[in-house]
């Protein structure tokens, strides 16, 4: 019986020769329908997606800070003046904003916050934000995220003037002031 597998090579060369061929039509369409997402890849980009954290690894692109708490971080993708699109992540909301004011690395095509809660990510303008000092994100600007008003609303402790938007910090000048006005008012 252990012989009909070593002394076989006659019977197996046919049927290989025959899986063989079946192999050269698969590998013409794998060929052709590469080539064509190639193609569609270079002529339509992706659709825009969050970006990829590694967390413990990741580098703030505002503070250099390891990007480790997933509940306050944030991201957007860059479009440069070639026409690359490049993630860039953030520990903090506030790092975002203050990355947006100042950044001249390429026009910014798309904002993610976490949702604090759930840790997904949300665009940012379907984000309900929250700016108190009782939030101890890592870079204390005070900011969290949440999906809907009502989570928000229970974030922010039932204060009304907690609740903000992307569009709102990044208008105000100074995205730290939730922590930089009681510092301010109670020197030490
Ligand atoms: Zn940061």
Redesign the pocket.
């Given at each position: 019986m252990r012989s009909n597998s070593t002394n076989a090579p006659h019977d197996t060369a046919v049927p290989d020769a025959r899986r063989e061929k079946g192999i050269i039509p698969f590998s013409w369409a794998f060929l052709v329908i590469t080539s064509a997402l190639v193609l569609s890849a270079c002529n339509r980009q992706q659709p825009l997606a969050p970006p990829e954290v590694q967390y413990g690894q990741s580098e703030?692109a505002?503070?250099?800070?390891i990007v480790s708490d997933q509940r306050y971080a944030a991201g957007l993708i860059l479009e440069t003046a070639q026409g690359e699109r490049v993630p860039r992540v953030?520990?903090?909301i506030g790092?975002m904003v203050k990355y947006e004011q100042h950044q001249k690395d390429g026009k910014v095509l798309a904002h993610y916050v976490k949702d604090y809660q759930t840790n997904q990510w949300l665009a940012v303008e379907q984000a309900v934000l929250v700016h108190r000092q009782q939030i101890q994100s890592?870079?204390g600007y005070g900011l969290a995220a949440a999906g809907s008003r009502e989570d928000a609303q229970k974030l922010a402790a039932g204060d009304a003037n907690a609740l903000t938007d992307f569009a709102t910090l990044l208008r105000d000048d100074k995205p730290k002031a939730a922590n930089a006005d009681a510092a301010a008012s109670t020197p030490q």
């Open positions: 703030c505002d503070c250099g800070m953030f520990d903090d790092c890592p870079m």
